[in-house]
């Protein structure tokens, strides 16, 4: 469970099981694997689960934000968003730094 928080970058949250529980925006999102949820720049949130999780977040500067939805919600995690979350987590990247890594994200 984490408190109420924001962040100044933009967060794509998800788990590779169970269901991924967060309150943002007045809303609740519940999260299965194949859905993760967007948390904008600056949004309140919390996030909590029932059950103990694999939980991986991302974190994406502003700037490179441009195409994603202005608002907290859940976007589906397609077969190419894996694998590139899973090199990030390979090579323990939590902020894409490089070129090459900011060029993934957008």
Request: neutral net charge; aromatic residues 6%.
């Amino acid at each position: 469970e984490t408190r109420i928080h924001s962040h100044p970058w933009g967060q794509v949250q998800l788990i590779s099981g169970g269901i991924l529980e967060m309150d943002a925006e007045d809303t609740r999102f519940l999260a299965p694997p194949h859905l993760a949820i967007w948390v904008p720049a600056g949004i309140r949130h919390t996030s909590y689960n029932r059950k103990p999780i694999e939980y991986c977040s991302l974190n994406i500067a502003p700037e490179l934000t441009a195409h994603f939805p202005t608002k907290t919600s859940l976007i589906k995690v397609t077969p190419i968003v894996s694998a590139i979350i899973e090199d990030f987590r390979q090579r323990d990247i939590n902020v894409a730094q490089s070129d090459e890594d900011k060029r993934l994200v957008r």
